[in-house]
Each structure stands twice: as structure tokens, then as C-alpha cells.
């Protein structure tokens, strides 16, 4: 009986956190957004689906988490592949590439905005080559792409250490027979990578593009600090109805639209990458 009980006593902490920490928020959001003191209404969804900057929120949310997601995971499988055939100064490289991710997404987003600003590094850099006569507004409202492409840089070179962390956890578990058996029998490089370790790396993949497109989808301090309002995005059009505009319920609504994008992600990765019932490696 301790036996069959053992395996639910082990889930159990982490369904309790569940449940306190998502489960319950996510129905007390949803309760705000479809009620009023009439009752259930959904005139705090059609007042987000309203306004001006919902389209442009969700539309530059998406295409943000379109950009960025593909772009961390090439480079992260690049720079895992790099650590895991390191034989020596493996752990040196592995720390380098790791540093950013002891900055937050504020601190990142500074750091970006003093390259882009007007008296920062770039314009410094092109003026003494010469290229330009006089600093250019990178970051100015009339440059909404250059301020996307500069969110996108901030979070690439943020975060796209998450993904190597997690991805060099995975090409550890592969047994180096596997690669060993491939070179014997003539596969390149890339054949052994696209055919043997991106299919054993699965679990991890999915993992990864899991908590990075729902970190996408909830960028905000990088946006902040680059772009200001410039750039709307869902979590700062949350804002914005929270703390700006007093108005919870909208900030509520803009919240299920984030989950609900995060939920439907979540399934897509977890059927385009589900591992296949008592596989192993």
C-alpha cells in the first residue's frame, strides 16, 4: 500500500504549488476579467479588445516571441554543442556564457539602452569612424523597428544562456556511443547532430522553448527600458490599465489574453515535441 501510495506522496509539494501559486490566481484573473458590480459581464473584454493598442500590443507580443524563440535556440544549441565537446577550459567557457544570466531584464535592458542612446556607445563609435556627422535618435518614436530590433538583441543576449544551460543538461545524458557509432559508420557532423542528438535532445527542446516562449510572451522591463510606451506589449498594456489607469479588471483581461497564448503554446510544443511512450536513450 506505501508502495502504491509512495509516487503521489512525491507529486504532491509540487501540485500543492501548483495550485496555490497558478491554479488559483489563474481563476481569480479569470474572475475579475468577466465580472462587475452587475455580475458577469464581458464589457472588460470589450474594452480591452477595444482600445488602440491591443492590436499593436498582441501583434508585437507575437512577433517578439517569433523572432527571439528561434534565434536563442540556434545560438543556444551552437554554443551547447561547443561546451559539450570541450574536453578542456569546458567549465571557463561554460561560465562566460553563462554570465548574463545573472542580470535582470532591467539591468539588461539599461545596459542596451546605453548602447542605443544618444551619447552612448554606438553613436560614439560611428562618430569617430566618421559614418555619421552628428548622434542619430536610434530610440526615438519614430523608430518603433529600430527600438524592436534593440529589445530583440537585449533578449537574445539575455536569455538565450537559459536555453544552453538546459540543452547542455540534455547532451550530457547521451551516451557518447551513439556519436561514436555514427563516425564509424561515415555520418558528417551534421548528420550525427540532425540525426542522432537533436532526436535524443527532444525532452530537453521542449523544455526549453517551453519557458522561453513563455518568458517572451511576458517581456516587459527590456521593452521598459528601451522603448518606453513606444512599443506596447501585452504585460505592458497590463501595466498600464493596473498602475497607470486604475482599471484591475482590464489588467485582468490583458492577463488571460497572456495565459491563454502561453497555455496554447505550451500544448503545441508539448505535441510537436512529445517523446514517443517508453522511449529511451
Known amino acids: 500500500m506505501r508502495a502504491k501510495a509512495l509516487p503521489y506522496l512525491l507529486v504532491l509539494p509540487a501540485t500543492l504549488f501548483l495550485l496555490v501559486f497558478f491554479v488559483y490566481p489563474a481563476l481569480q484573473i479569470g474572475v475579475l476579467a468577466v465580472s462587475g458590480p452587475e455580475g458577469l459581464t464581458l464589457r472588460h473584454l470589450q474594452t480591452m479588445a477595444g482600445h488602440w493598442k491591443f492590436g499593436p500590443a498582441l501583434r508585437w507580443t507575437l512577433l517578439l516571441a517569433a523572432v527571439v524563440v528561434p534565434v536563442q535556440l540556434a545560438l543556444a544549441l551552437g554554443m551547447a554543442s561547443i561546451v559539450d565537446r570541450l574536453k578542456a577550459g569546458r567549465d571557463t567557457v561554460l561560465y ?37 556627422e552628428r548622434p542619430v535618435l536610434f530610440l526615438g518614436y519614430q523608430n518603433v523597428w529600430v527600438i524592436f530590433l534593440a529589445v530583440v538583441l537585449a533578449e537574445v543576449w539575455r536569455a538565450t544562456a537559459i536555453v544552453m544551460v538546459i540543452l547542455v543538461s540534455g547532451m550530457g545524458l547521451i551516451p557518447k556511443e551513439y556519436d561514436e557509432a555514427g563516425q564509424v559508420f561515415g555520418a558528417s557532423a551534421w548528420q550525427r547532430f540532425t540525426r542522432i542528438t537533436l532526436p535524443l535532445l527532444r525532452p530537453s527542446l521542449q523544455s526549453a522553448l517551453i519557458l522561453r516562449t513563455l518568458n517572451a510572451f511576458e517581456v516587459f522591463a527590456v521593452v521598459i527600458a528601451l522603448g518606453g510606451t513606444t512599443l506596447p506589449v501585452l504585460m505592458g498594456e497590463t501595466y498600464q490599465w493596473q498602475f497607470m489607469l486604475r482599471d484591475r479588471n482590464v489588467a485582468a483581461a490583458y492577463a488571460l489574453v497572456i495565459l491563454g497564448i502561453s497555455v496554447a503554446s505550451t500544448l503545441f510544443y508539448l505535441r510537436a515535441l512529445r517523446v514517443p511512450r517508453g522511449a529511451t536513450l
Do not use: K, M, R, Y
Not at 542580470?103 to 566618421?130: K, M, R, Y
Open 96 to 132: 562566460v556564457f553563462a554570465i548574463p544570466l545573472g542580470l535582470s531584464d532591467l539591468a539588461a535592458g539599461i545596459i542596451w539602452l546605453a548602447i542605443f542612446e544618444q551619447s552612448g556607445f554606438l553613436n560614439s563609435v560611428l562618430l569617430h569612424l566618421g559614418v555619421i
